[in-house]
């Protein structure tokens, strides 16, 4: 437990406002609490009625909000993996969109102990789940005849919110790390309203 809360491996050099900033990330701290919006207004919306998979995804963004939170503000790598982990989550929950939450909490068990056994290899893991993800994104468009204005919104979005991480990690013109919490935040929100659609 002590090592979870030590700094993590890549303090002062992950991202841009660490680096120019000698690992202080206070932008990109606070603006992890973009990921509670999304939350709010899946539950609050006008036309569809929360549900149990809404109240999770509620929860589950609101989880990542603190968990990214305490990962910039602290850089230990506790924050690490639960800023990891909720992402995850937040993906196999609209993976399992129309199982039952206990069928879900089961693949959420196995992704836990996934990250714990392989550490070293939880970055393949969340490359494999992302890639799953969308793969499983495009066959149910296909399958549901919903290849529509919202799914290229969707994929043009995410094209966009990727590219500001990988600038971010490698680039110190303009540190938009905080700008990836704001993109991803309305991402997981359309594919609320998009997945609404389906199911």
């Known amino acids: 437990m002590d090592d979870l809360l030590n ?3 890549c303090f002062k050099y992950c991202f841009c406002e ?12 606070y603006s992890s609490f973009f990921y509670i919006l999304p939350a709010i207004l899946m539950l609050l919306h006008p036309t569809y009625k ?3 998979h809404t109240y999770w995804l509620s929860f589950l963004l609101i989880s990542l909000a603190i968990s990214s ?5 602290y850089m230990h790598i ?12 937040i993906l196999v929950s609209f993976i399992f969109y129309r199982y ?32 799953y993800f969308v ?7 296909k399958k549901h005849h919903k290849i529509n204005r919202l799914f290229y919104e969707i994929n043009l979005l995410f094209i966009v919110s990727v590219c500001v991480w990988i600038y971010d990690y490698n680039f110190d013109y303009i540190c938009v790390h ?12 359309l594919l609320y309203i998009w997945f609404q659609t389906i199911h």
């Open 178 to 189: 905080w700008l990836w919490h704001i993109l991803t935040a309305i991402l997981f929100y």
């Open 78 to 89: 506790l924050g690490s993996y639960c800023d990891n982990l909720s992402i995850l989550l």
């Open 50 to 52: 929360p549900n149990t």
């Open 69 to 73: 939170f305490y990962f910039h503000y």
């Open 18 to 29: 660490g680096r120019t900033g000698n690992g202080i990330e206070l932008i990109n701290a």
């Open 100 to 131: 039952s939450i206990i069928n879900t909490i089961f693949i959420y068990i196995a992704i836990f102990i996934c990250l714990y056994l392989l550490k070293q290899l939880n970055v393949l893991l969340t490359i494999f789940v992302i890639v």
């Open 7 to 9: 700094k993590h491996i």
């Open 135 to 141: 793969y499983y994104f495009y066959k149910t468009a």
